[in-house]
């Protein structure tokens, strides 16, 4: 099996989950959307912390911490 098979088989096995998803209980429902929320988050923080950690634009603003 190639990976583009297990790419779209994995996709497919999310989105019935996800269309099942609507009739379980308020609870799960709650539960899968903080779930989400938190790996949005996480990588959206990381991108940002990568893109200013070595784009340089930055360098000039940084607090520089020098030894006394």
Avoid: W
Avoid at 23 to 44: E, M, S
């Amino acid at each position: 099996m190639s990976t583009s098979d297990e790419i779209m088989k994995t996709l497919h096995t999310i989105g019935s989950k996800l269309q099942g998803l609507s009739q379980d209980h308020p609870l799960i429902q709650a539960a899968f959307l903080i779930i989400i929320l938190f790996f949005l988050t996480f990588i959206a923080l990381f991108v940002t912390g990568c893109v200013y950690g070595r784009c340089g634009c930055c360098q000039s603003t940084r607090n520089k911490v020098s030894a006394v």
